[in-house]
């Protein structure tokens, strides 16, 4: 019989012993991982410690300038003062342009212009974006808009340009004319107030200021009454431009029409402009885009000078010895090149031609088209326009002002490569006329008839005052030629001549001295005329102009171009008015005025 295993009592055991024999194991590894990770919490604790030390020994002592600089700027401010821009004065010491008080508000980066009135409330309620600033005032208004300028807030582009080098997003700049031309000048440099100001941001005290210091006065050519005459004489035509200058290219008045005044953008907003100003606020002055107000016609339009250019023909024929006074045409009142007609004014306008033979001065005086057409073939497109380059045509002149055009100055190479086709006859007939592809500035007219009134040499215009007079080209006419030319202005202004407007030119003016010549007492030869013992004959000479531009229903534009008086000049006034119709029916009468008022109050100062 088999014995029966105490199974309980085995397994029993054996359980025990071998939970015993683990639970010692185990025990013994507890001690030494339980000391492992004492000692990894002690490194633990001096590692952060470690840390903290650098970190306060690099806040304390590296950076300790850093964070007291942000410590510094959380209670200290620094506050602008607006250095004013420097005075434009007139050549008479008449201010042009001036500063006037007050304020300006920065609004999401805009700068808004204040008079005291509209600051103040908003300072006493607390307004922290109010800065004291002078205000530009232009008291020409319209009539010194273009060639003075104005002012405005640096824009994006500006700020990325050499010149703007250290200016800020809120500075205000010249942004056109003379404010444009001379910042660098007239921009002073802005001082500073350091104050300490508490959690609120309010002022507690000032602990420091650096003055401003102003910009530099500048003195102009121009004659202050002088602009307003020529802004008076041209402001009721539409579109135009006069220059008025001394024969050695100082600017006396330069306007271009249509103007607006330039307060607007200067002033601030209760500014209200003239009942005569063609625009009312800023909005209408951007958004004409049809007669393009901001833009300077007098230098930076092109157009083609009509018969003003026939001067700078006969120079070019004379002056080469392709021509003498001696060499004449005779008028056929029309001309036939192939299928094509070119015709004299005086045969298109009244059938008739002109009696005799026609020679360089009955030419200018009468404005000849058909004297021109033989004479510009004679002479030549490319010599006449190597010429015509020495009288400043087809490159800007370089006058003190932003945005001058350099115009057209046609040769055979040019209109292959401009217009793919070759020169011919008809081109060069037009040309001498000073029609076709030639575009020349109301600044170049002047600038050439300059020449005749200073006896053959261009000078670069300019409008800063105590300047020598720059010589861009010498000799440009001897003295024989410049003296025919001369006749023919002369002429061209006199009974006979084709600037009847300026026949006989009288002003009323005692202090005007009597020479002879210049200057004559009027006769009361016609019956029409009243001369009183003050009234004096001033002698002129000029050129007037007719451009046909468009299509066979535009008006033309309306030239002339005057030296004054016509043997010892003191001015060249030259005038253009866009679509004005035939240039002694309209600038002429414009120049007329501008003399007027010159030989009135100016002349005898001379």
Not at 234 to 260: C, D, H, N
Not at 266 to 278: E, V
Not at 497 to 505: C, D, M, R, S, T
Request: hydrophobic fraction near 40%; charged fraction near 20%; aromatic fraction near 10%.
């Amino acid at each position: 019989m088999k014995k029966k295993l105490k199974v309980t009592s085995i397994f029993a055991e054996n359980i025990y012993s071998l939970k015993t024999s683990r639970h010692r194991g185990y025990n013994d590894g507890s001690v030494e991982n339980k000391a492992w990770r004492e000692y990894l919490f002690i490194i633990l604790i001096f590692f952060a410690l470690g840390l903290l030390f650098v970190k306060l020994l690099s806040t304390q002592i590296f950076q300790g300038g850093y964070y007291n600089g942000l410590a510094d700027s959380n209670r200290l401010r620094t506050e602008i003062i607006h250095a004013p821009r420097g005075i434009i004065f007139d050549r008479d010491g008449n201010p042009l342009v001036y500063n006037t008080p007050g304020y300006r508000e920065l609004v999401k980066g805009k700068v808004v212009f204040l008079n005291k009135e509209q600051a103040l409330p908003l300072l006493a309620a607390g307004a922290k974006n109010i800065e004291i600033d002078s205000l530009r005032h232009y008291p020409l208004a319209d009539a010194g808009a273009h060639v003075l300028g104005y002012t405005g807030q640096i824009n994006v582009d500006q700020l990325k340009q050499p010149q703007f080098s250290g200016y800020q997003a809120d500075d205000v700049v010249g942004e056109s004319g003379v404010e444009q031309q001379y910042e660098s000048v007239l921009k002073g440099t802005d001082g500073k107030i350091l104050v300490e100001v508490d959690a609120f941001g309010n002022v507690v005290r000032e602990l420091g200021q650096t003055d401003p210091t102003p910009g530099q006065n500048i003195t102009l050519t121009l004659d202050k009454g002088l602009q307003q005459a020529a802004y008076d004489a041209i402001r009721t035509q539409k579109k135009g431009a006069v220059i008025v200058s001394t024969p050695e290219g100082q600017i006396l008045a330069m306007v271009s029409q249509p103007s607006y005044d330039p307060n607007l953008f200067t002033l601030d907003k209760s500014y209200k402009p003239s009942s005569t100003s063609a625009y009312k606020n800023i909005a209408s002055i951007l958004l004409d885009g049809t007669n393009q107000p901001l833009l300077n016609r007098a230098i930076t339009g092109t157009y083609p000078p009509g018969s003003t250019f026939k001067i700078v023909t006969a120079a070019a024929g004379l002056q080469q010895n392709i021509i003498t006074d001696a060499w004449t045409i005779t008028d056929p009142g029309i001309l036939h090149v192939g299928a094509f007609s070119f015709a004299n004014w005086l045969y298109t306008d009244y059938g008739r031609t002109e009696q005799g033979p026609v020679d360089v001065v009955r030419a200018i005086a009468r404005s000849n088209d058909i004297f021109f057409y033989e004479l510009a073939n004679k002479i030549g497109i490319d010599k006449l326009s190597k010429y015509a380059a020495l009288f400043g045509i087809g490159h800007s002149l370089g006058i003190d002002l932003p945005g001058e055009a350099d115009g057209i100055l046609p040769t055979v190479e040019w209109k292959e490569k401009n217009i793919g086709q070759p020169w011919y006859t008809g081109d060069t007939y037009e040309y001498g006329i000073g029609q076709g592809f030639l575009l020349t500035t109301p600044l170049q007219v002047n600038a050439w008839t300059d020449v005749v009134a200073n006896g053959g040499t261009l000078y670069r215009p300019t409008l800063l005052l105590n300047q020598k007079p720059q010589v861009i080209n010498a000799e440009i006419l001897n003295k024989t030629n410049h003296d025919l030319i001369q006749k023919g202005m002369v002429e061209a202004c006199s009974p006979g001549g084709v600037a009847y407007p300026l026949y006989n030119f009288i002003v009323h003016n005692k202090s005007l001295p009597i020479d002879g010549l210049d200057v004559t007492s009027p006769t009361a030869s016609e019956a029409a005329r009243a001369v009183s013992p003050d009234d004096r004959e001033v002698a002129l000479a000029c050129k007037t102009g007719t451009a046909q531009v468009g299509g066979p229903t535009t008006p033309p534009d309306s030239w002339v171009t005057v030296v004054a008086p016509a043997y010892h000049p003191q001015i060249v006034v030259t005038v253009l008015v866009e679509n004005g119709g035939e240039g002694s029916d309209v600038a002429s009468p414009v120049a007329k005025q501008v003399l007027q008022y010159w030989f009135t109050h100016e002349a005898s100062k001379q």
